[in-house]
């Protein structure tokens, strides 16, 4: 398989699948000691294999820029515990006020995403964009592109064999 090629600058081709703001559970009630964040799941199914990612705190120090590790999430036929997810250990960077642009492995026809937060942060909110454009494959172009100069050069043949003679 090529490299996929698609079109990322046209904002019609993304779509918001999800969002949402986390906040720490406080020790205590408003001490300043609290719990660090589980691991956020994300319940939505994403289709696309190509996705972008933005994080922003309010709490956040001025000079933080990561945010943590996400990992593409499936489904599988092995039934462990009740569970039939795991998780592909490809744990890939986010950044605080960046959006990160990826493309995941196409293992299963939906997925979805698993966020690991710092322990450091208060507060974090998470945006998943899903790309929608067309997306075709170089080395689909390449065939086609190949079958079309094959198609001309054939027909080419075929005209010089039945205008021979003549």
């Known amino acids: 398989m090529g490299q996929p090629v698609v079109d990322l600058s046209n904002s019609a081709n ?13 020790i205590g ?7 660090p964040f589980p691991p956020i799941e994300m319940p939505v199914k994403l289709t696309s294999h190509v996705f972008a990612v933005l994080a922003t705190s309010a709490k956040a120090g001025r000079n933080w820029k990561f945010a ?15 569970s039939q997810d ?4 490809q744990a890939r960077r986010f950044f605080l006020n960046r959006i990160s ?8 026809s939906t997925f979805s995403l698993t966020f690991n937060i710092p322990y450091w942060f208060q ?19 390449l065939i086609t592109e190949v079958r079309e100069q094959e198609l001309l050069r054939i027909e080419s043949k075929v005209d010089d064999i039945a205008t021979y003679g003549r």
Do not use: C, H, M
């Open 29 to 35: 009630g408003e001490g300043s000691k609290y719990y």
């Open 86 to 89: 795991a998780e592909v250990i």
């Open 68 to 82: 943590g590790f996400l990992n593409q999430r499936i489904q599988t036929g092995i039934v462990v515990g009740g």
């Open 101 to 108: 642009v990826y493309l995941e492995p196409a293992l299963t």
């Open 14 to 26: 993304w779509n918001l699948s999800w969002n949402n703001t986390f906040e720490v559970e406080r």
């Open 123 to 141: 507060d974090i909110s998470i945006f998943v964009w899903e790309y929608t454009g067309n997306r075709s494959d170089t080395t689909e172009n």
